[in-house]
């Protein structure tokens, strides 16, 4: 049986989530509602403090909470295939190279930007006639 002696805070600061990041995680279902002392506190154990570094760290990856989930779901079944999980990463990994190349295109677009600004009057400022009419972009990317 683990033993439940982590407060809510010493939660946080071992996993790295914040106070009220883990209350909204217990709240949504991501984090399984901790055992309570006599005084009603939140007490957690290890495989808390597991779970919440897990989740922290697939939010730092930029996995949605639904990915999250089906991924920690997947961790009760240790045996079974990691293909789910694996196609979970690809899409993820896809989306991600999508966000790139729309930045990359929003950065080159406020390059010109700036680049074809005259330092002049307002009226024949480059930036505010493209920010003005998207035709005057290259592209539609953005």
């Known amino acids: 049986m683990p033993a439940y002696e982590i407060t809510i805070g010493e939660a ?6 914040k106070v009220p990041t883990i209350r909204f995680y217990e709240r949504i279902g991501l984090l399984p509602a901790p055992a309570r002392s006599e005084g009603n506190r939140r007490q957690f154990d290890d495989n808390d403090l597991n779970r919440l570094k897990f989740i922290r760290h697939a939010r730092e990856l ?3 909470m ?3 989930r089906e991924l920690l779901a997947m961790t009760e079944e240790p045996q079974s295939s990691c293909h789910h999980a694996d196609s979970i990463a690809v899409r993820h990994l896809r989306e991600i190279e999508q966000r790139i190349e729309r930045l990359t295109a929003l950065r080159g677009e406020l390059q010109r930007m700036v680049e074809g600004c005259g330092h002049g009057q307002v009226c024949e400022c480059r930036v505010i006639q493209i920010l003005a009419d998207h035709d005057n972009c290259r592209s539609d990317v953005h």
């Open 12 to 17: 946080s600061r071992r996993s790295g989530v």
């Open 62 to 64: 930029g996995f949605d």
């Open 66 to 68: 639904a990915d999250i």
